[in-house]
C-alpha cells in the first residue's frame, strides 16, 4: 500500500481541524479544541500506524485505538468517516443529534470503529488494559498467527486525574502489557481553568513508577514525523506498557482560542472558525469541507490492512479442530452441549450460594474456553476461583485466573474492554457492598452490552460480625435501577447453575448476587427452569390466600413461613423471584399466573424496600443499616425469620 501523499499532509491535517471545528458548531454542542490539537496525531495513527482495514471494522484482529477523552468524539467520528469506515459527511452534521450514529461521546454500537464506550474520564484507559489482556491472551493461546496486534489509548489530564487511572495502570505495569500503548495529551487545561489549579503530578515518573516505558515528546503535537517516531519507537518496546507524553496546545492553530482552557467545549463560533480555517488555507465559506483529493487518500489509507486481513482469515481457517474452540473463545460462549457440564444438588443439603458458584466456574472451565476469573483480593472469598489454573500473568499469559489486587474499578473496567476485544468471557468478584467502588464501569457495562459477569457476594447482613460497613442493604435495588444489567440472586446452589447458564448463553452483562452463609437447597430448584423466566412457583396451593415472593437467601424463609401459615389454616404460594429483569420480559398471561390479581402478595428481602410496590402489596425488608454481630443474629433481628414473615402475611389478609 502506497504512503499517504506527502503533499497532502499538511492540508489533511486541517481538514481534521476544519471537521473539528464545523460538527460541533452545527450541534451548538460539543468539544472542539482536543480535537483540533490532536488532528496530527489521528492522521499519524490512521495513514500510518494503525493495522486495520475499513471494508471490515470489525476484523478481529485489528489494532484497537480507545479514545479515553471520549469529549473528543468529533476527531474520532472524522478520522472514519476520512478513512471510509461507514460514515458520511451527513452523519458528522447530524453530530450530538437523536439516533445519530455520532452521538456526543463514543458508544459501542451504533458506528462501526467503535471499540469501547467512552466518556466518563479514565474508563478508557482501563477497557485499554483489558483489550491488551484480551490481546495477549489469544495470542498466546491459539498463536501469533490468529492474534497479534496493538491497542492503542490517547487519554488526558482529566483521564490521569480519575483514580481509576492510577488501578488501571498499576496493573497494567505488574502484567507488563507491552502491546499497550497510550498517549497523553498534555495539554494542561481543564474545565476551570489550568491544570495547576489542582494537579501537579509527574506523569512521566507516575507511570515509570508504576513500571511503564515513558518516552515524553515534548512539544511534538504538530510533527508528524516525531509523532511517529514515538509511536514506533514504544511499539519496539517488548516488556513493559507505553506512555508517550505529548505537550499540546487546545485549539491550536485558532488566533484567538489556542490553549483558553474555554475551548475544552464548544467555544469557537463563525468569526473564529471563519479567521482559523484562513490561518489554515481552508474555504472560509464552506462548512465540513473534505475535497475529493484529501478524501480519496485517506480512502487508500483505510485499506491499507486489506491483504493482511486476507491473509489472516486463511490462516483461521487453517486451525482445523482448534477453530471451534476460538470461535466460542471470541464470542465468549461455551462449547456445544457445555451446560450439561453444570453440577447440580440435591433437596435437603445446603450450600452457600458463593460456593455453588465456584463449583459451576469450575464445572465450567473446559467448556467455556474463554472463561477468565478472578476477584479484587477476594478471589477464594468470591468463589471466583479456579482450582488448578495457571495465574493469568507475564509468566502464564493465557491463564485463566487473573488476580486483580484491591482495584474493583480497574476490575470492572478493565472486564468490559477485555469482553468488547472479543477472546475473554470475564468473570470478576468482589463484595456486594464494595460494588459501588465499581458502579461506574458497571453501567458502562450495561450501556455497552459488555458480555461479562460481576460476582458480588456476601449479598445481607447475613455477613454478621463484619458490621454496617460490610452488610449490603441499598445495593441489590440500586443495581437493579441499572438498565439493560440482569441481576441474579439465586435461591440455591441449583437456582445458581441456572443462572450461570443463562449469564453464558445470554447478551450482555450478568450480576450473580450470592450469599456467604449456607442455604437450604430447596425441593423443586432443580427440576424447574423458572430462572430463565425471573420469577416461578415453587411452593404452590390450588387456591392460594397469600403469595410469599422470596430472593435468595429469603426464599428459604418463605417456604418455612408457608409451612408455618398452613399449621394456621392459610394457604400460601412461593414464589422465587431470582431475576426482577428477565420476569419483566414475560408476557402478561405468564406473570399473572405467578402473580394472579387479586391475591394479597407479599415479598421477602433482605434489603431495602424501595421497588417491591410494582410487583408486591407488602415488602417485608431492611430499610436501616445492619449492625454488628453473628450473621443470623443480625437477620432474626430484622426480621428475615418465618415467624415475622408469616405474621405479617396474616396482618396482610386481614387489611
Known amino acids: ?10 492540508r489533511a491535517v486541517s481538514v481534521i481541524r476544519g471537521l473539528a471545528m464545523d460538527a460541533p458548531h452545527q450541534a451548538r454542542s460539543g468539544h472542539q479544541g482536543t480535537a483540533m490539537a490532536l488532528a496530527p496525531l489521528a492522521h499519524v495513527l490512521w495513514t500510518r500506524i494503525l493495522r486495520y482495514d475499513a471494508d471490515d471494522p470489525a476484523w478481529p484482529d ?43 461521546h463514543p458508544e459501542v454500537g451504533p458506528t462501526a470503529g467503535v471499540e469501547v464506550t467512552t466518556g466518563p474520564l479514565g474508563q478508557g484507559i482501563a477497557n485499554a488494559v483489558g483489550m491488551a489482556v484480551a490481546e495477549r491472551w489469544l495470542r498466546h493461546r491459539f498463536g501469533a498467527g490468529v492474534c497479534d496486534h496493538r491497542v492503542f489509548a490517547l487519554c488526558g489530564d482529566g483521564d490521569l486525574s480519575e483514580g481509576i487511572s492510577h488501578e488501571a495502570g498499576s496493573l497494567a505495569g505488574h502484567q507488563r502489557l507491552d502491546r499497550l500503548i497510550c498517549v497523553y495529551d498534555d495539554n494542561r487545561i481543564t474545565i476551570d481553568g489550568p491544570t495547576d489549579l489542582s494537579l501537579s503530578d509527574d506523569a512521566a515518573q507516575r507511570f515509570g513508577a508504576y513500571g511503564w516505558h515513558v ?20 511499539m519496539a518496546v517488548d516488556d513493559a506498557p507505553s506512555m508517550l507524553i505529548v505537550r499540546s496546545h487546545v485549539a491550536h492553530p485558532s488566533p484567538g482560542q489556542t490553549g483558553n482552557h474555554e475551548a475544552h467545549g464548544y467555544s469557537l463560533f463563525d468569526e ?19 475535497p475529493a483529493d484529501v478524501t480519496g487518500a485517506y480512502r487508500a489509507a483505510g485499506r491499507r490492512g486489506a491483504a493482511e486481513r486476507a491473509a489472516w482469515g486463511q490462516r483461521v481457517e487453517a486451525l482445523g479442530p482448534r477453530r471451534s474452540e476460538y470461535e466460542a473463545c471470541r464470542a465468549g460462549r461455551g462449547l456445544p452441549d457445555w451446560e450439561g457440564k453444570l453440577p447440580s444438588w440435591p433437596a435437603g443439603g445446603s450450600v452457600a450460594t458463593r460456593k455453588a458458584s465456584s463449583a459451576c466456574l469450575n464445572a465450567m472451565v473446559e467448556v467455556v474456553p474463554g472463561l477468565v476469573a478472578g476477584g479484587a483480593d477476594l478471589t477464594g472469598n468470591t468463589g471466583t476461583d479456579l482450582s488448578d489454573a495457571d495465574p493469568l500473568d507475564p509468566t502464564h499469559p493465557a491463564g485463566r485466573q487473573l488476580y486483580f489486587g484491591v ?27 464494595f460494588s459501588d467502588y465499581m458502579r461506574p464501569a458497571v453501567r458502562l457495562a450495561a ?6 459477569v460481576f460476582v458480588w457476594s456476601h449479598d445481607s447482613v447475613g455477613v454478621g460480625e463484619d458490621g454496617p460497613t460490610h ?43 450470592l450469599t456467604r452463609q449456607n442455604v437450604p437447597v430447596l425441593e423443586g430448584t432443580a427440576a424447574a427452569a423458572g430462572v430463565a423466566r425471573g420469577a416461578y412457583t415453587l411452593v404452590d396451593n390450588p387456591d392460594p390466600e397469600v403469595i410469599l415472593v422470596g430472593t435468595g437467601s429469603e426464599v428459604s424463609v418463605c417456604v418455612s413461613a408457608a409451612a408455618a401459615l398452613e399449621g394456621r389454616g392459610v394457604a400460601a404460594r412461593v414464589v422465587s423471584m431470582p431475576c426482577w429483569e428477565l420476569f419483566a420480559e414475560q408476557d402478561a398471561a405468564y406473570q399473572t399466573g405467578v402473580l394472579p ?23 417485608v425488608g431492611i430499610d436501616r443499616f445492619g449492625a454488628s454481630a453473628p450473621g443470623p443474629v443480625v437477620l432474626d433481628k430484622l426480621g428475615m425469620n418465618p415467624d415475622n414473615v408469616a405474621s405479617r402475611a396474616v396482618d396482610l389478609i386481614k387489611s
Open 272 to 290: 473564529e472558525i471563519a479567521v482559523t480555517k484562513a490561518v489554515m488555507g481552508l474555504p472560509t465559506d464552506q462548512s465540513f469541507y473534505a
Open 215 to 234: 518516552i515524553d515528546l515534548g512539544e511534538a503535537a504538530d510533527d508528524l514525523d516525531a509523532l511517529e517516531a514515538g509511536i514506533r519507537t514504544a
Open 407 to 433: 482495584r474493583e474499578h480497574a476490575m470492572g473496567a478493565l472486564m468490559n474492554g477485555a469482553a468488547l476485544h472479543g477472546g475473554l468471557m470475564p468473570v470478576g468478584g468482589t463484595f456486594l457492598v
Open 471 to 513: 452488610q449490603p442493604v441499598e445495593h441489590i435495588m440500586s443495581l437493579r435501577a441499572i438498565p439493560g444489567l440482569r441481576v441474579f440472586r439465586p435461591a440455591d446452589g441449583n437456582e445458581v447453575a441456572q443462572a450461570w447458564q443463562l449469564a453464558v448463553n445470554g447478551d450482555g452483562p450478568s450480576a450473580m448476587i
Open 447 to 452: 450501556l455497552s452490552r459488555a458480555h461479562c
Open 62 to 104: 485489528r489494532d484497537r485505538f480507545v479514545l479515553s477523552a471520549g469529549h473528543a468524539s468529533i476527531l474520532l467520528y472524522s478520522m472514519l468517516y476520512l478513512t471510509g469506515q461507514g460514515l458520511t459527511l451527513d452523519d458528522l452534521r447530524n453530530f450530538r443529534q437523536w439516533d445519530s450514529r455520532t452521538p456526543g
Open 1 to 10: 500500500m502506497a504512503a499517504f501523499p506527502a503533499a497532502l499532509e499538511a
Open 597 to 619: 390479581a387479586g391475591v394479597p402478595k407479599l415479598s421477602v428481602e433482605a434489603g431495602v424496600t424501595l421497588g417491591w410496590e410494582r410487583w408486591v402489596d407488602l415488602p
